[in-house]
């Protein structure tokens, strides 16, 4: 694991942080009162938030159990891990393959203060954590490089975390970046906020950041297409992540109907 400085020392409480206010979401305890109010006050816009948040968590899951069982991936590279919340991404894919190695990478010094519960998986697989911020690529794949073996298909996991980094701040860039190191076979598995179904309580969410100083930007169908741009999308395509794939949900309850506002897409670098 790496970023050893007191992650207890660093953590801001005085500004909402997205690990915090997701987790509040997800019905954690791993937020402070400044989360908790902005999360208040999204729910005062839109209900349906901790539903799209559970929803979002249950598309890493079938995503990362249609890796290990049907594409032959035993290595994950998970940026934007958050704040862990059981079932982490490494217990899906050891559960099916116990070998599985798997690094977690966030930049909030909360995930790396909870980051020992990412780091207790099977004897037989490997689990890592790295501190650092996706817009660093380069850095990211060094530090992954020590338990990842990029000669070999490895699934890069960026899951509700590109709407958290604009266009101009280097999405596309970063994504290339990563793209471009993984070997033919990998795959790259992506969640991120749209305004497609739900524009003006999207609107209203992204200004209620926005005061908490927190930028957010929704995409486009075709905006969150560019990502796979040179990969081959695995069916149904990006589509609402309440919508991606049901066959493989394993312990999900019912979220009801009516849209969720993120999509997924899984896609697969094709053999040069
Ligand atoms: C909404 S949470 C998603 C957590 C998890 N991937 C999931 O989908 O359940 C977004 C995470 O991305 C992280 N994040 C946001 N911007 C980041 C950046 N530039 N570099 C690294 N992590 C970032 C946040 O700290 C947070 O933990």
Redesign the pocket.
Known sequence: MTGTESAGRRIDTTKP???RV?DWFLGGKDNYPVDEQLGHRIMAIDGGAPRA?RS??WF?QRATRLLVRESGIRQFL??????P?EPNLHQIAQATVPDARVVY????PI?LAHAAALLRGTPEGATDYVQ????EPHAILEQAGRVLDFDRPVAL?L???LH??ADEDGAHDLVATLVDALAPGSCLVL?AMTADFEPENVRRGIAAYAEGGVTLVARSHAEMGRFFEGLELVDPGIVSVADWRPELAEGESDIGPGPVSLYGGVGRKRAS
């Open positions: 942080h997205p690990a997701y948040a979002n968590r890493m998970d940026i934007g891990s958050g704040i919340t990478v966030d930049h909030d995930v650092a911020d996706a817009r996991s899951i509700a975390l958290f980094i969640s």
